[in-house]
């Protein structure tokens, strides 16, 4: 019924849909990325890939909460040689596939999208910022070495390479990432990632709900709405235009994303509404958007992206 139209563009890759899932949930396997191929997502986002295969964290390493979930996986995936070997697959689903890197340093980083550019992925979106390893800072909280990550990353190759970002809470953290992404080619940024090292506990057990790290993980869902929400306005004020800007964070509805579509997302990932709700969620959040959308006369992502009012 309505004619509006969610098509969108991250760096110089086309989207039918503003809305694709996010690297964590339910896409690890091929059978997993085949189910987002076959749904509603914009694009098949890869689960974040290290150079060894892993298992990842002692269980229980996931639990749900009432606005949301906590996490501490601990990068359980294939090995990014399996993804390399599953690509020409993938990509014959028919959707844009965004690879998830998330190497333990510069030298995995620059060996696997050495690799991934070789490949047939469409974007690499490299994670500086999983909060789950124990023992390993999160590179997007490490200026000077996020600053020799991009340097490392930005001669590899034509396609184009995105990062993940941790949430920022400071006005002169979103300066200082922006001044530096601005000095490299990176051509997208996704923010953000979980709120990093939280800790969620039973009082009736008196235990944490999930087992590593004592208990402390990343928070994801709605409680990080208005985190995500500000990290995306910021970003997309302070960084080049070329730069496009994925928002991620307590997307559970259409509405939800007509939010960051304001805040001046190029297109939004969903995580935790996929792992609580599976695939139907991209279909249901995507027909809610253009809903929305036509109620208030934007036919088009173009003509609401950034559109925030002054109050
Ligand atoms: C994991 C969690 C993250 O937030 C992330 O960015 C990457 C990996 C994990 O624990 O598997």
Redesign the pocket.
């Known amino acids: 019924m309505t004619a509006v139209d969610l098509s969108t563009r991250i760096a110089n890759v086309e989207l039918q849909s503003y809305i694709m899932n996010a690297?964590?949930p339910k896409c690890t396997s091929f059978d997993e990325l085949k189910a987002i191929s076959q749904s509603a997502s914009a694009a098949v986002v890869t689960?974040?890939c290290t150079i060894e295969a892993r298992e990842?964290?002692p269980l229980p390493?996931y639990q749900n909460l009432a606005l949301g979930s906590i996490?501490?996986?601990?990068?359980?995936?294939l090995g990014y040689q399996a993804y390399l070997a599953m690509m020409a697959d993938l990509k014959a689903q028919g959707k844009p596939v965004v690879v998830?890197v998330?190497g333990f340093s510069i030298e995995d980083n620059v060996k696997m999208v050495s690799a991934f550019m070789e490949s047939e992925a469409d974007l690499i979106e490299v994670?500086f910022?999983?909060?789950?390893?124990p023992g390993k800072a999160q590179v997007a909280y490490d200026f000077e070495q996020t600053k020799q990550s991009l340097a490392a990353l930005s001669e590899l190759g034509d396609k184009p390479i995105g990062i993940?970002l941790a949430p920022y809470f400071d006005m002169s953290h979103f300066v200082a990432m922006a001044d530096i992404i601005n000095q490299f080619p990176v051509k997208f940024v996704t923010c953000i990632?979980?709120i990093?090292n939280t800790l969620v506990i039973d009082p009736h057990t008196e235990q944490p709900i999930i087992k590593p790290k004592g208990g402390f993980?990343?928070l994801c869902g709605e409680y990080i709405k208005p985190v995500g929400l500000a990290n995306v306005r910021a970003f997309r004020e302070l960084l080049n235009d070329d730069v496009s800007v994925i928002g991620v964070g307590g997307i559970n509805t259409g509405i939800d994303a007509f939010e960051y579509l304001l805040a001046g997302a190029d297109a939004v990932q969903i995580a935790t509404c996929f792992e609580k709700q599976g695939p139907e969620c991209f279909a249901r959040i995507e027909s809610e958007l253009k809903q929305f959308m036509g109620s208030k006369d934007y036919m088009t992502v173009a003509q609401a992206k950034g559109q925030l009012k002054p109050l």
Not at 71 to 77: A, I, T, V
Not at 129 to 133: A, F, G, L
Request: glycine share 22%; hydrophobic share 10%.
């Open positions: 690297s964590g689960k974040s990842g964290n390493r996490q501490s996986m601990g990068l359980p995936n998830s998330s994670n910022s999983c909060p789950n390893i993940k990632n979980s990093g993980g990343g």
